[in-house]
């Protein structure tokens, strides 16, 4: 069983920028397809930014140009990083991992195998 811990979250003004963090327990960390939603009260969790283990970065329009993915596997690390963050940011950020090698399914449908507990975002305006 994988573990997936995020960190990084907190309260930020809009503007602002945080770095969120979500280490992994896995051995073959590379080869994992990574990504990151986002859950805000009363809403349904949503896919953000993933990254495939063939390195291909897919996110969802609202985040263009201000959040990125980067995997570090030598720290079995994934990051979110979100910069210009708006008040609709607002809200659980959690990670998820699938270590099947899939082609051609977007990454916001992979039925992901592991996630995290999640961390909490909050942009004030």
């Known amino acids: 069983q994988v573990q997936l811990v995020e960190s990084g979250g907190g309260l930020v003004q809009a503007g602002g920028s945080l770095r969120l963090s979500c280490a992994s327990s896995g051995r073959t960390f590379s080869t994992y397809t990574l990504a990151w939603f986002r859950q805000a009260p009363g809403k349904e969790r949503e896919f953000v930014i993933g990254?495939?283990?063939?390195?291909?970065?897919s996110y969802t329009d609202s985040v263009k140009g201000r959040f990125t993915i980067a995997r570090d596997t030598g720290k079995n690390t994934v990051y979110l990083q979100m910069n210009s963050l708006k008040p609709e940011d607002t809200a659980v950020y959690y990670c998820a991992a699938d270590p099947a090698r899939r082609i051609g399914t977007p990454l916001r449908d992979i039925p992901y195998n592991w996630w995290g507990q999640g961390t909490q975002v909050t942009v004030s305006s």
């Open positions: 990254i495939s283990w063939s390195g291909t970065v």
